[in-house]
């Protein structure tokens, strides 16, 4: 069992930055491909970027390549989403999401994931 508990959300003017954190309890943490979700109001849940168990190699959907960084340090147990010139459109509730993986990859479908944070609301006024 994995339990994550995402951080640092707000509101922001357009043009600014947050960093995003998702603690994860439990062992072996480093045996998860880690992910972070966003959902807006009547839209579907989208992936927004993935981080392999390594953290070498990372995935990030084309709305926020260039603006957004997705980390981890295995050694705290912590995935991290740095967002920068943020968007009205990057408005949502964002969710961080861990897969079980013996592989070194990380996938950028829901449904892949067994566990899941609550959420936190990252809200960015124009």
């Known amino acids: 069992q994995v339990q994550l508990v995402e951080s640092g959300g707000g509101l922001v003017q357009a043009g600014g930055s947050l960093r995003l954190s998702c603690a994860a309890s439990g062992r072996a943490f480093s045996s998860y491909a880690m992910g972070w979700f966003r959902q807006a109001p009547g839209k579907e849940r989208v992936v927004v970027a993935t981080?392999?168990?390594?953290?070498?190699?990372?995935y990030y959907a084309d709305s926020v390549k260039g603006r957004f960084t997705i980390s981890r340090d295995n050694t705290k147990n912590t995935v991290y989403l740095r967002m920068n010139n943020l968007k009205p459109e990057d408005t949502a509730s964002y969710c961080c999401?861990?897969?079980?993986?013996?592989?070194?990859?990380?996938?950028?479908?829901?449904?892949?994931?067994?566990?899941w944070g609550q959420g936190t609301q990252v809200t960015v006024s124009s």
């Open positions: 981080i392999i168990r390594s953290g070498e190699n990372t």
């Open positions: 999401a861990a897969q079980l993986t013996f592989r070194d990859y990380a996938s950028p479908n829901a449904g892949s994931y067994n566990y």
